[in-house]
């Protein structure tokens, strides 16, 4: 019964029937960009980043990352913004002080605290093909590097040099303005104005 569907990136169209892929534009979330937003080089003692976000099973499930850090001697500080802890319980102990686990905050509260970061990490859905986190989105806005990790994988090297603050293989988010909420309203806009040409 839809004129359009919207969906925020082109991969989704693969989440429905093609009969439909006729109807579907793809139109980006929209974020409130903070004025003069500025990288921020933090002067932190030890290595230290932050992952905001869900786990859950056969999706996003960091085991062998968690694993990883367990393993490894070098010192650092891993913040954890998470209701959903079941997947890493069992690390939070052998971590120790190298770990910190917090329920959600505001967004603009976690932007503030991102800017004390050294970096941040995108754990990859398995679903990539359909869905994209939208945290990345706010990784990118922070301007931090992004340690993107592949969930099924137990090669660390990127981790490695990451935690070395050699951030080389970042994953950068090209064309962030297009989230913009100004400029997703004018796409929506947009989108209206072509119905009633129709």
């Not at 003692?45 to 786990?55: E, I, K, M, S």
């Not at 093909?129 to 993107?148: F, R, V």
């Amino acid at each position: 019964m839809c004129d359009y569907i919207t969906v925020p990136v082109k991969q989704a169209k693969l989440a429905y029937y093609k009969d439909f892929h006729h109807k579907i534009k793809v139109i980006p979330q929209g974020f409130k960009f903070k004025p003069n937003n500025k990288a921020s080089n933090p002067s932190n003692d030890v290595v230290t980043f932050l992952f905001a976000g869900t786990f859950v099973p056969r999706i996003r499930n960091p085991q062998f990352f968690f694993e990883y850090l367990c393993s490894i001697p070098i010192q650092f500080k891993f913040y954890i913004f998470t209701p959903y802890t079941n997947l890493i319980d069992k690390y939070i102990d052998p971590l120790k002080d190298k770990i910190v686990v917090r329920d959600f905050i505001p967004r603009n509260d976690l932007m503030s605290f991102i800017n004390k970061m050294d970096f941040v990490i995108n754990f990859e859905n398995s679903n990539a093909e359909s869905q994209l986190p939208s945290k990345l989105i706010d990784y990118a806005i922070s301007k931090k590097p992004i340690l993107s990790v592949n969930c099924d994988s137990k090669d660390f090297q990127k981790t490695d040099e990451f935690l070395n603050r050699n951030y080389s293989k970042q994953l950068i988010i090209k064309n962030v303005e297009k989230y913009h909420i100004e400029n997703v309203v004018d796409q929506f806009l947009s989108l209206c104005q072509l119905w009633k040409m129709k």
